[in-house]
């Protein structure tokens, strides 16, 4: 999205600050987040710390953020566009809930310039943008940009399946051996703070009762099996990570559910 857009949308006189001078600041700020996100190296991002002496950051980001950009018209179009473009509309953080607000990376609060900056927000639902508020790149806590830190492409994330009546899911996290450590404890941070493993457990019940469901009306263990490996390729190509594909892998793999435990789910 083109940042002179979101600049006409939401740039004012905020006090002694002159439109000229919010959109410079805005632009300068923006241009250090991204050299930064080029480099992969968000942590030393400074904060915001020149502002004319009658305003704060609150009084920055509210305006700009809060009342021009997420209520007014021109603004909350650009809202939208960056809400809505995650696939069908979910949290980019649990992959679960729909996304029905933004989340800053880099706290508001903290950096009031970067608050209306398309790099720095994240589709999320309500939640996890509660539970990860203080939780900025650059305050030591930790927390991964879906933009410009790469998820590990080998499986970072496994479905444990009890085979027993009732039929349950646990969810584990393990870092594959080449990914950096640093990026993996940002990562476990964010997923920690979201609960991520809950919202999957919580889910996965859903997925079970689907799979019995369909296998019921299969007679043949081989066609059983087939079908597990069919669902598993239609989740895949949503989501690899998505708890959908995890528990349909897990069930699929489990001859104990394909031959007779998926009764256990109906």
Known sequence: MKIDAVLAAVVVNIGSLTKAELGSAIKSSRTELLNHCTDRDLVPVPPTTVLPADLTAEMVHSTIYGTKMRERTAGREIYNLIKNRTPARRCSYCGVSTANTLDHVLEKSVWPYLSVVPENLVPACSDCNSHLRGRSIGNGEGKFHLYYENLPTQPWIECQLTESAPIATTFVYKRPP?????????????????????????????????????????????????????????????????????????????????????????
């Not at 895949?236 to 892998?249: A, K, N, P, W």
């Open 178 to 266: 080449s990914y950096p450590l640093a990026l993996w404890n940002r990562l476990q941070n964010t997923v920690d703070a979201i609960g991520l493993s809950r919202l999957y457990a919580a889910n996965a019940p859903r997925i079970v009762r689907k799979a019995a469901r369909n296998l019921e009306r299969l007679g043949r263990i081989e066609d059983r099996a087939d079908h597990m490996k069919e669902m598993v390729g239609d989740y895949e190509d949503f989501d690899r990570f998505g708890y959908e594909y995890l528990t349909t892998y897990a069930l699929s793999r489990s001859d104990w559910f394909i031959d007779a435990g998926y009764t256990l789910a109906l």
